[in-house]
């Protein structure tokens, strides 16, 4: 059995759909699972109305408008005649209204984000799942809220491993007979049964959830790139497509923030031996990259940016030495925030620091901190790293630009530069 995700970009409108359909008929008689985000811009949507409701204004214009969307591509596939889908989306979307105007501050923003932006996925596989069925793909439709078990962290939740993969095996195992069963990415749900969602663009690590529980012969995961590459095509020119990748490669390119895979996909599958496929829906036969357990000598280096990155610097106010209790004090109040440091750099009077630019807690941590430490920061900054350096990609790189931070290790260079 086989797993493939599709993002919201390979289902972003009819054709994509349709796409997506051929995709799954060029690869039956496989068993697959497939797993499927929200459709288009579908979860930045939903994102917008629930801000909305925050703010306490009328949502209905855009509610109005996202169902829209929705109703003309099931329009579109040839699906308006089906009276139980047009029931479900009716369904869905009041359930997504009633969700808006009961918005309570009790509740907290996080527990009715995973409430509201997870429904964006449950209207995209009824919709999916219906075609199939209609263009003549026996598929089945699993509720991912009822197999993927977390904890109550909600838009972060950590998998509860054990009950996870034993509810996966026991619901796939009574739909072996559907050659296709259809789940969505990003959901899931605590002890309680309220819904949970594991991270922005976590759908990749649903995939990688359902593979290593079925013990998956692959996971592929469906883009619209041609592959891993190693560096954006849309900031960097004269990008190469990685053929193979160590899954130990693979997986420090998503620490240090590239986006083609989800950072917590890859330890999951590596463990278990699982091959990973990155490939193009536009071009699906073209061979894409394999992420696997190998050795690949002279890997063209990664270049990795991020933008909107603040550089913190903590110095000590009586103009001592930094020591393991100050640099303890700070990671226990990142740690708290759940922040995440993409660099750090330490002297002997002070410790920087470089973030994704939040300015709701870098001020609760300058709060936190600011008895202990002057607190300086910069912010507007972008940060470059390189994986598999050498001199003459550096060089490049930093041409023209005013460097803040640099930091090189034997394998791995970043700077911190102002836009």
Known sequence: MKVFKFGGASVKDSATVQNMANIIKANQPEQLIVIISAMGKTTNSIEGLLQSALDAEDFSEGLMSLQKFHNNIVKELNLSHDEVLGKEIAEIYEELESQLNSFSS??????????TVSLGEILSTKIVVTFLNHSGIDCHWMDARKVIKTDSLHRAAKIDWGATQNIIRSNVSQHIEDKVIVS??????????????????????????FGTSIKAESVTIWKDVPGVLNADPK??????RYKQLPFKEAAE?????????????????????????VKSFKNPDEPGTLINECTIPDLAPAIIHKDKQTVISFK????????????????ENINRLNLTI???QNSAISFTICMDDNPAKREMLRTALMEEFLIYYNEGLELITVKNYN????????????VIIEQRSRNNFQMVYKA
Do not use: C, W
């Open 235 to 240: 900031k960097f020119e004269n990008t190469k």
């Open 253 to 277: 390119m998503t620490f240090y923030g590239a986006t083609v895979i989800h950072p917590k996909t890859i330890k999951p599958l590596a463990q278990m031996n699982i091959p990973l496929y």
């Open 342 to 344: 993409n660099l750090m």
């Open 106 to 115: 009790s509740l907290g923003y996080d527990y009715l984000y995973d409430q």
């Open 184 to 209: 969505q990415g990003f959901i899931g749900s605590n002890s309680n049964f309220d819904t949970t969602t594991l991270g922005r663009e976590g759908s990749d690590f649903t995939a990688a959830i």
């Open 316 to 331: 000590i106010s009586d103009f001592s030495f930094i020591n393991e209790h100050h640099i303890s004090l700070i990671f």
């Open 391 to 402: 001199q003459k990609t550096i060089t490049d790189l930093m041409k023209d630009k005013e």
